[in-house]
């Protein structure tokens, strides 16, 4: 798994929003959240989370995106559902997820993990392990925070 310090693999993506680079957000903070499978408990309050705080993140200027394997018709779905106002990735290949070393055994998806990536293109905090996945916003929100001061 990438770690703090690290710099994020310039790899383009398939969003909701069309096709992204990773390299196109050089310059702003980056928040990169993996999550296994759209519509499921975890990930619908994961989503709904981010949603909620995300013009806090922006504030921050901070950009967020949310990846998992899922296709990109699911994804539409799920973020139509829900309001969010930041793209989703599908990384059905799992090309994104094995580049950031968060590909789960056997490839169907990822693990839950959550990246904040500096205006340098570099890992500053990795999120992991924690017991609630909407967890994930807030502990980004406040990695986003910390390197404000």
Known sequence: MLRSGDPVPDLELETTAGRLRLSDFKGRNLVIYFFPRAFTAGCTRELKRFTELYQEFRSLGADVIGVSTDGLDTLR?????????????????????????VL???GRSAVRVTFVVGPDGTIREVISNLRRAEEHADRALEALRRGQR
């Open 77 to 101: 779905r799920f973020g139509s559902k829900y309001g969010a106002p930041f793209p989703l990735a599908s990384d059905r290949s799992g090309q994104v997820s094995s580049a950031f070393g």
């Open 104 to 106: 789960k055994e056997g």
